[in-house]
């Protein structure tokens, strides 16, 4: 069974840095597809960035653009959110999905829908 499991999360100030990470187990073979979302208190869940196994393609929020970077190291099956420059309004759970089909189409963002297996959830928390 698949499972995933974020952690790095934690609390910055305004203007730092974080690395969260997603420990994908469970499976022989990488995810085709992989990304982060994310959710504030009351607010829905949204997408913040996501990419496709042999960096394909590569999705990012707009508010995300130019501060984050995802990545991931299919030897070690570990998908990495690379935050820079955090705000206060970055501060969210942050989930990590994947998916074994290529259910994301091209020409639109990509949806929770799209995405078979979930993480737990790790807390980002920037202050001023």
């Known amino acids: 069974q698949v499972q995933l499991v974020e952690s790095g999360g934690g609390s910055v100030q305004a203007g730092g840095s974080l690395r969260v990470s997603c420990a994908v187990s469970?499976?022989?073979?990488?995810?085709?597809?992989m990304g982060w979302f994310r959710q504030a208190p009351g607010k829905e869940r949204v997408v913040v960035a996501a990419t496709l196994s042999g960096g394909g393609r590569t999705y990012y929020a707009d508010s995300v653009k130019g501060r984050f970077t995802i990545s991931r190291d299919n030897a070690k099956n570990t998908l990495y959110l690379q935050m820079n420059t955090l705000n206060l309004e970055d501060t969210a759970m942050y989930y990590c999905?994947?998916?074994?089909?290529?259910?994301?189409?091209?020409?639109?963002?990509?949806?929770?829908?799209?995405?078979?297996?979930w993480g737990q959830g790790t807390q980002v928390t920037v202050s001023s």
């Open positions: 999905a994947a998916a074994y089909d290529n259910s994301w189409p091209f020409w639109r963002a990509p949806l929770e829908g799209d995405f078979l297996y």
């Open positions: 469970g499976a022989t073979v990488s995810p085709y597809c």
